[in-house]
């Protein structure tokens, strides 16, 4: 089985750009979770799905982030205009209804720089 | 609110060497607890978990226990490898409830050979 996949997995871009991330979840799974991760903030959760429906984007930083997931099977995130400061690994994650405690499986992330 | 708190790190030790990480949590309710594990470049994978009082979590030779009266989950193992060398989050979810995962902020583990 395909576990989580991103792309791309490096992305370098120019301040201002726009930016779209890309997430394919695990078959089957019905949750979908954005995180960051740097290191001054470590991990952090910034919106997640269930049943394609938003459920909470409380840690979305501020309106310059967007996501989406028009299927089941497929998730965007989308920085515009992008700057430095959001340079960082984001990770994907989906998790399957079926175990009640909520384990989630982790894509490979992508690296975004942000010149 | 639900929060976990970790062992700072880093922590640098030697191979075959005896490893705890701290790893403590404040929740309403009754979570489920986890340890996940980055190794250099990837994404995280669940180590182990528990998922009520007094369970043992074990996986690669590591483990915790889940312990309700002092709200803590340390992660132990007896003999560590080169191989073990990662980050180690400790993270917490509320059993049926919104699904989110509460993450540490993680401890870089590095073993020397």
């Known amino acids: 089985d395909a576990g989580v996949i991103q792309s791309p997995r490096h992305e370098v871009t120019e301040m201002g750009q726009e930016v779209t991330l890309r997430c394919k979840p695990i078959?089957?799974?019905?949750?979908l979770f954005w995180y960051r991760q740097t290191m001054m903030r470590g991990l952090e959760l910034l919106i997640y799905f269930n049943n394609n429906v938003p459920i909470d984007d409380s840690g979305m930083p501020e309106d310059r982030f967007s996501a989406k997931m028009p299927n089941a099977s497929f998730s965007t995130l989308k920085i515009q205009p992008s700057e430095p400061r959001d340079s960082a690994v984001y990770f994907c994650a989906s998790s399957s209804p079926g175990t009640y405690y909520n384990e989630q499986f982790f894509g490979p992330g992508t690296r975004l720089t942000v010149l | 609110g639900n929060s976990v708190t970790q062992m700072e790190g880093p922590v640098t030790l030697s191979e075959e060497a005896f490893l705890t990480i701290n790893c403590t949590y404040t929740a309403t309710g009754y979570p489920s607890l986890f340890w996940y594990v980055q190794y250099p470049g990837e994404g995280l994978q669940l180590l182990l978990k528990a998922t009520k009082a007094d369970d043992k979590g074990s996986n690669k030779g590591f483990e915790a226990t889940y312990r309700k009266e002092t709200t803590s989950f340390h992660l132990e193992k007896g003999s560590v490898q080169v191989s073990d060398s990662a980050v180690y989050f400790c993270a917490l979810s509320e059993r049926g409830g919104a699904q989110k995962l509460v993450f540490g902020q993680g401890t870089r583990l590095t073993i020397n050979p």
């Open positions: 078959s089957g799974h019905n949750s």
